[in-house]
């Protein structure tokens, strides 16, 4: 398997512009992950789903965060309008029901709005 | 100007020494923990886990302690190498009634092993 997978790796952009950010789970599970990690705040997490449907999205900042998931393969984070302090590197993750509850991380993407 | 960041705790040890890292929880529902290594521009790695019925679980080189009293977990790696360098973080999980809780993480500490 290959793993948790997320794109773009990389992606600056300007204030106010759309900012999609893009998650491949491991083929099987059923629980995916958003987090933001920053300096000043460590791990934070945004939203979670189980079996596509979005469980907690208590830590989402604001209306401008918003995310889907489409189907078992595929789930977006998207923000719009983005702002500077929206900088920060987002990780999916992802795990399996009835396994070890430890979550598989993606690679991160990192974020820069300028 | 440039915001200050969160200061992380570091650890800096001797290659071949052995490491320990600690950390605090406060939820005492809380009943799995894991410990993570995340490497400079890499996500988390799961390293071990611990449920709450344990106070003691071994991988290779590492250790898992866990003081349930005072909710206290630590990490120790035998024979620290280079590689090891990272920043660690403990994860802690509470199962409320069945339902699924959430990872939870701590602040982390950077580990630097020195050559």
């Known amino acids: 398997d290959a793993g948790v997978i997320q794109s773009p790796r990389h992606e600056v952009t300007e204030m106010g512009q759309e900012v999609t950010l893009r998650c491949k789970p491991i083929?099987?599970?059923?629980?995916l992950f958003w987090y933001r990690q920053t300096m000043m705040r460590g791990l934070e997490l945004l939203i979670y789903?189980?079996?596509?449907?979005?469980?907690?999205d208590s830590g989402m900042p604001e209306d401008r965060f918003s995310a889907k998931m489409p189907n078992a393969s595929f789930s977006t984070l998207k923000i719009q309008p983005s702002e500077p302090r929206d900088s920060a590197v987002y990780f999916c993750?992802?795990?399996?029901?009835?396994?070890?509850?430890?979550?598989?991380f993606g690679s991160g993407t990192r974020l820069t709005v300028v | 100007g440039e915001s200050v960041g969160l200061h992380l705790p570091t650890l800096s040890v001797q290659e071949g020494d052995n490491s320990i890292i600690n950390c605090a929880y406060s939820?005492?529902?809380?009943?799995?923990f894991i410990w993570y290594k995340q490497e400079s521009g890499k996500g988390p790695q799961f390293i071990i886990d611990?449920?709450?019925?344990?106070d003691k679980r071994q991988g290779q080189r590492v250790t898992v302690l866990l003081n349930k009293t005072v909710k206290h977990l630590s990490l120790q790696i035998a024979a620290t190498q280079p590689g090891d360098s990272a920043v660690y973080f403990c994860?802690?999980?509470?199962?409320?009634?069945?339902?699924?809780?959430?990872?939870?993480f701590g602040k982390g500490t950077k580990l630097s092993v020195k050559p």
């Open positions: 994860a802690e999980r509470a199962d409320y009634g069945g339902s699924q809780g959430n990872l939870i």
């Open positions: 789903f189980n079996n596509n449907v979005p469980i907690d």
């Open positions: 083929s099987g599970h059923d629980y």
């Open positions: 993750a992802s795990r399996g029901t009835g396994e070890a509850y430890g979550y598989t």
């Open positions: 939820n005492s529902a809380s009943d799995y």
């Open positions: 611990i449920r709450s019925n344990m």
